[in-house]
């Protein structure tokens, strides 16, 4: 069996789980005087089982869109934000504190605690991990987004239990 990455056209990121158009068979697959189709991709899938023997399966990756897609530019209400998508707020958080982190070691601020820009063995990924554990997320207080007032969801409950 062989497991293709998504085939679609990727993103400025490259990532294969980016992409930039969803509908369009990426262009890095073609060759110069030869632009491949979907159609192309069939005709290889089902060589592969009638002539090889093998199979193929694929991810389907629809959701996952490109900052530089044409599309979620056209309609970026569909993008997970914290308005249609307010249950991601601590993974932001934790986003944008990781982001903090990468550009604060890039610019050399904890150099001083033998965190160069440039992670080249594991001391520093450990440094890292510290930082992190140690200094980031007690500050981002995560546990907060997961407690409940229980008397006040208690008393909730049976008010609409007695409403019907």
């Known amino acids: 069996m062989v497991h293709f990455t998504p085939l679609q056209t990727l993103g400025k990121s490259?990532?294969?789980?980016?992409?930039?158009?969803?509908?369009?068979?990426?262009?890095?697959?073609?060759?110069?005087?030869?632009?491949?189709t979907w159609n192309d991709v069939g005709k290889l899938v089902h060589k592969m089982r009638t002539e090889w023997d093998m199979l193929c399966i694929t991810d389907v990756v629809y959701n996952h869109t490109a900052t530089n897609?044409?599309?979620?530019?056209?309609?970026?209400?569909?993008?997970?934000n914290l308005v249609n998508s307010p249950h991601l707020k601590p993974a932001w958080l934790l986003d944008r504190a990781l982001w903090h982190l990468t550009c604060k070691v890039a610019a050399g601020k904890y150099a001083t605690r033998g965190l160069p820009a440039l992670i080249q063995n594991d001391q520093q990924l450990n440094t890292i991990r510290g930082i992190i554990w140690e200094e980031i997320y007690p500050k981002l207080k995560l546990w907060e987004f997961y407690?409940?007032?229980?008397?006040?969801?208690?008393?909730?409950?049976?008010?609409?239990?007695?409403?019907g």
């Open 147 to 163: 407690q409940i007032d229980l008397a006040k969801a208690v008393e909730q409950f049976r008010t609409l239990l007695a409403s």
């Open 69 to 80: 897609s044409k599309w979620i530019h056209d309609h970026p209400e569909c993008g997970y």
């Open 14 to 36: 490259r990532s294969c789980y980016s992409l930039a158009n969803q509908l369009e068979l990426n262009p890095d697959f073609s060759r110069p005087g030869k632009k491949y």
